[in-house]
């Protein structure tokens, strides 16, 4: 197939969780054969901190202003099986209409923020990357959430037709055990961009842990965090990693914890790909719950749960044989069904899944 992605960002991971999918995404597309054109806006922010130069195997349209590109792109939809436009690009309305303009390529949306999504539809706020139309004119919609709220409400709310989940992955190229570094260190780690609708989790499940074990070393990991940020002298700060520095950060901790977004863990069945990143790493996970978890991995067995303070600090007090027993089965877990292979063959199948339920409707429709 050929793939056309009119996305938020493949070049920068800096303050964004696409990016380190598509590359995954995008290179496994790339080896089994498909050919990947990825639309991008050269946004200073993002250029600033561009650690991506080109899609091997691919091609990397950076633009200025969509008329810059706009007959480019027809071109390229024009002789592509699919066309994709993700939520959070900037060009999202216009691309959109440049797909739903033509005959040949399947229109596809692909909400990797689904839960920001479905809250602003309930406060009754515009959606900027989704048109006045909705999702009515696209013959596939992903959301990087599953669970039993999302189809429903995409189909009542935005006109979706087709409805399907399209999870978090991992490139088990990039993120794999690695030796420990002494500066990554830390009894318990957290990666992950500044939000303040993760900060009070944040606080009660790793910042209160650490004033309490003034004796561990913390760190964190991560772009946008304010001058105010309750630190305490046991945490330490690393800023913005870049992908290939996740998996010696992970490696190099004896607990990494997960927090997920308010939106998001409201919404449930909506895992960060941090959490595949960490456990391919080989690191124990620790994560606040929300519904749908063991869907992907098993309490207890797979992955620890911190509700307070005080589950932090039990988990902190395991023993490292067992620690090492539940991050070795989240990485089993994670190799055998969370891998960017696993999800490049599942988008491939959801493609060719529409492709024939498209080709049934017309065939039905001329006789």
């Known amino acids: 197939m050929k793939i056309v992605i009119f996305g938020l960002t493949i070049s920068s991971s800096w303050g964004n969780g696409h990016a380190t999918l598509w590359r995954g995404l995008c290179k496994h597309l790339v080896r089994s054969g498909h050919a990947i054109v990825f639309f991008e806006r050269d946004v200073p922010y993002y250029a600033g901190a561009r650690d991506m130069f080109e899609l091997p195997g691919g091609q990397l349209e950076l633009f200025s202003t969509w008329e810059d590109v706009r007959a480019k792109a027809h071109d390229h939809i024009l002789g592509a099986d699919a066309a994709i436009v993700t939520s959070y690009c900037p060009d999202a309305i216009v691309a959109t209409q440049l797909i739903l303009d033509q005959s040949r390529a399947r229109a596809v949306f692909y909400d990797l923020d689904t839960p920001v999504t479905l809250s602003k539809l309930h406060a009754g706020e515009a959606v900027p990357y989704i048109g006045p139309d909705g999702l009515a004119g696209f013959d596939l919609v992903l959301s990087f959430t599953g669970g039993p709220r999302v189809s429903d409400e995409f189909r009542r709310k935005l006109g979706a037709r087709n ?72 945490i330490h700060f690393v800023r913005h990693l870049p992908p290939s520095e996740h998996a010696p950060f992970f490696a190099s901790s004896r607990l990494t914890l997960n927090v997920t977004r308010r939106a998001m863990a409201e919404m449930g069945w909506c895992p960060s790909g941090r959490l595949f990143e960490a456990a391919a790493c080989g690191a124990p996970l620790l994560s606040d ?79």
């Open 289 to 367: 719950g929300w519904a749908g978890i063991e869907a992907f991995f098993t309490p207890g067995d797979e992955i620890l749960i911190a509700h307070d303070k005080c589950d932090t600090l039990a988990a902190l007090d395991m023993k490292d044989s067992e620690l090492l027993r539940i991050a070795g089965r989240a990485r089993e877990r994670t190799m055998e069904q969370h891998s960017s292979g696993k999800r490049a063959g599942e988008l491939i199948a959801l493609l060719e899944q529409t492709a024939r339920r498209g080709a049934l409707q017309a065939e039905a429709e001329e006789a």
């Open 163 to 234: 409805v399907q989940p399209l999870y978090g992955h991992v490139d088990a190229d990039v993120h794999r055990p690695v030796p420990p570094q002494p500066h990554y260190r830390a009894a318990l780690s957290y990666l992950g961009t500044y939000s303040e609708d993760r900060q009070l989790a944040l606080e009660t499940l790793f910042v209160e842990p650490a004033r309490a074990r003034q004796d561990l070393r913390f760190l964190i990991g991560g772009a946008q965090y304010p001058d105010d940020f309750p630190w305490s002298p046991n």
